[in-house]
Nanobody, 115 residues
């Protein structure tokens, strides 16, 4: 059974940093494309960052230069380092495991950035 678990969310002041983790089990991690999404209250879910199985990354314009996605295949974990956080970064952050046409979502972790 595939399991995806996010952690690392919390409350942080504007300008601060936070690192999210996403651990996947029950699936061959090294061949996966991994994605981070976020959803603010009343808004559409936004894709924040992608790291594919080769380690190549793509970022949303809103987080370029501030966020960094990385992966550790040995630990079957993907990370999202978030720096220079802003109140508009507030939302529930979700990890998505993507393989072909299949997607496996985590439960989400809340990130709240105070002004």
């Amino acid at each position: 059974q595939v399991q995806v678990v996010e952690s690392g969310g919390g409350l942080v002041q504007a300008g601060g940093s936070l690192r999210l983790s996403c651990a996947a089990s029950g699936i061959m991690f090294s061949i996966l494309d991994m994605e981070w999404y976020r959803q603010a209250p009343g808004k559409q879910r936004e894709r924040v960052a992608i790291i594919n199985r080769a380690g190549r990354t793509i970022y949303a314009d809103s987080v370029k230069g501030r966020f960094a996605i990385s992966r550790d295949n040995a630990k079957a974990t993907v990370y999202l380092q978030m720096n220079s956080l802003r109140p508009e970064d507030t939302g529930v952050y979700y990890c998505n495991v993507h393989l072909n046409d299949r997607n496996y979502w985590g439960q989400g972790t809340q990130v709240t950035v105070s002004s």
